[in-house]
């Protein structure tokens, strides 16, 4: 089974696509593309890897879809359109006629108000994603599971959830995270990524610990069919190595899986969930 590494970013400083990535961030602050990661993933026997966009641009989607055309461990490509765009399905059939596009995101967590998801525009362009079933990243904060749990009573989309909702891990905090994740799983089309953890424990300086009460919780609740590694590299780098992900997590997950749960959780869940066995982006 092919190894995926379901979520990660590129980017180039010099396009000055992000602007939350500045000189105050000097672990991020640089160039972070292919080459950088390409001996991680040798490492860590990671075949292919989704990248992810990390700034609401019709740029930065262009910009990584570009990255992906000769490239050997990019599998696909999930990016943003302007949905307050009246163009927008315009924007996504352009998008879709590219191979390595497997996705859109929704950054929820970056919107001034998170109610703009039930808005007629948002439901309309959720309920077209659910007709060409359209992969759909949730980039959400954990006090903003309860319009994410609204949202999925009006579309059955299928959706992953970023980075686990980023429950407050530092403070330990469980509930009502918990709690609201129960209901999120409880719909067979919603996914979960166990990425992004590691930012929210105090960087450089958490212990594995931390996270188990977290990982046993989405495992639980989405069971192994339904959760996917992601590295978050190099956003990672800011409170843990790549080698340390992907360590954390082997040791967090439950120590009974089976070989089958395993190669699931870090590559086939993805394959089915982005759809890339009906791309042809398998290995032969």
């Known amino acids: 089974m092919m190894r995926i590494d379901a979520h ?12 939350w990535i500045t000189p105050e961030l000097p672990v991020l602050y640089r160039d972070f593309l292919e080459a950088d990661l390409k001996p991680l993933l040798e490492k ?16 930065v989607t262009e910009f990584i879809l570009s990255l992906s055309k000769n490239s050997e461990t990019i599998a696909g490509i999930v990016g943003w359109i302007d949905i307050e765009n009246p163009s927008w399905k315009e924007q996504l059939e352009k998008f879709r006629k590219d191979p390595k596009f497997v996705g859109i995101r929704i950054m929820i967590q970056d919107m001034p108000d998170e109610n703009i ?13 659910e007709k060409l079933d359209i992969p759909v990243d ?7 599971l309860p319009i994410v749990v609204e949202l ?22 469980i509930e009502p995270w918990k709690s609201q994740i129960k209901q999120i ?37 989405f069971g192994l069919n339904r959760v996917m590694y992601g590295s978050d590299w190099p956003v990672c780098l800011l409170s843990a190595s790549y080698d340390d ?11 009974n899986l089976t070989k089958d749960d395993e190669e699931g ?11 890339l066995k009906k791309k042809q982006l398998v290995n032969k």
């Open 245 to 255: 992900v992907f360590k954390l997590l082997k040791e967090t997950l439950p120590q």
């Open 138 to 144: 949730l980039l959400v904060l954990s006090a903003q």
């Open 185 to 221: 799983a409880q719909y067979p089309n919603i996914y979960c990524k166990l990425s992004g953890m590691v930012t929210e424990a105090e960087h450089y300086n958490w212990t594995t610990e931390q996270f188990i009460p977290y990982v046993q919780h989405i495992v639980n609740e």
């Open 8 to 19: 990660q970013h590129y980017w180039k400083i010099n396009r000055n696509d992000y602007g």
């Open 117 to 129: 998801i039930l808005q007629p525009n948002y439901l309309e362009a959720f309920s077209y994603f």
């Open 265 to 275: 959780i870090f590559g086939g869940n993805a394959l089915e969930f982005y759809q």
């Open 44 to 59: 860590n026997k990671i075949d292919k890897t989704i990248v992810v966009q990390a700034a609401p641009t019709i740029e």
């Open 152 to 173: 999925l009573k009006h579309v059955s989309i299928r959706a992953v959830i970023d980075h686990i909702a980023k429950p407050d891990i530092n403070q330990g905090s």
